[in-house]
C-alpha cells in the first residue's frame, strides 16, 4: 500500500471487486496446502502497488524452501484473520499483515522495503517506530487506530498458533 492507499485501507465502506470476492472464497476448514494455495491465488489476483504481491510470493517461495513451518503458521494466520476480518473494510492490511507476521529483520529489510503501511502492521515493529511512521505519513488518527487494532489481531492470531504448535508437539 502506498499514502493513497492508507485512507482508503480505514474507510469503513463496502470493497467491491477481488477483495469482497477474495473473503467469500476463505476456506472454511482445511489443510494446510490448500490454505497456502489460496493464499497463492489471492496474492496473485489482487492489485497492490510497489510490488507488494511480488514481494510476497518471493517471501512465500524463500519459506516454502527455507522454513516450511513459518510459511505453515503465516499462512494459519492469514487464514484466521481473513475469517474474522471485518467485511466493511479492506481486507488487504489484514492479509499482507498476516502473511508478514513472523518476518525477521532481515526478511524484512529484503521483502517490505518501500511497503511502509504494510511494516507498520507487523508485531515486531515497535511502537515509537509506528507512531513516527503515523506522523510522517500524516495519517489521520482513525488510520492509526486502525492500524493498531490490526496489530493487535496479528499478535493474537501469532499467540494461538504457537498455542496450537506447542500442543501438537505435546500430543505427539
Given amino acids: 500500500m502506498n499514502h493513497d492507499d492508507l485512507h482508503t485501507a480505514a474507510e469503513p465502506a463496502r470493497h467491491a471487486g477481488t477483495s469482497a470476492a477474495t473473503l467469500a472464497e476463505v476456506p472454511r476448514q482445511s489443510s ?10 489471492v496474492n496473485d489476483r489482487w492489485l497492490v502497488h510497489s510490488g507488494l504481491n511480488h514481494h510476497a510470493r518471493a517471501y512465500m517461495d524463500r ?10 503458521r503465516s499462512c494459519e494466520i492469514v487464514h484466521r484473520l481473513m475469517k474474522a476480518h471485518d467485511p466493511d473494510s ?15 529483520p532481515e526478511e524484512e529489510s529484503q521483502y517490505l522495503e518501500g511497503h511502509r503501511f504494510t511494516r507498520m ?3 515486531s515493529t515497535p511502537e515509537a517506530r509506528v507512531r513516527g511512521e503515523a506522523e510522517d505519513l500524516e495519517l489521520a488518527p482513525e488510520v492509526l487506530r486502525r492500524v493498531q487494532n490490526i496489530r493487535s489481531q496479528i499478535r493474537e492470531q501469532i499467540l494461538h498458533t504457537a498455542r496450537t504448535g ?5 500430543a505427539c
Fill in 166 to 170: 506447542r500442543e501438537l508437539k505435546a
Fill in 121 to 123: 502492521l507487523l508485531p
Fill in 90 to 104: 479492506d481486507p488487504k492490511p489484514w492479509f499482507y499483515g498476516g502473511l508478514f507476521s513472523l518476518v525477521t
Fill in 32 to 41: 494446510a496446502d490448500q490454505v497456502e494455495t489460496w493464499i497463492r491465488r
Fill in 63 to 72: 519459506l516454502a524452501v527455507q522454513d516450511p513451518q513459518r510459511l505453515a
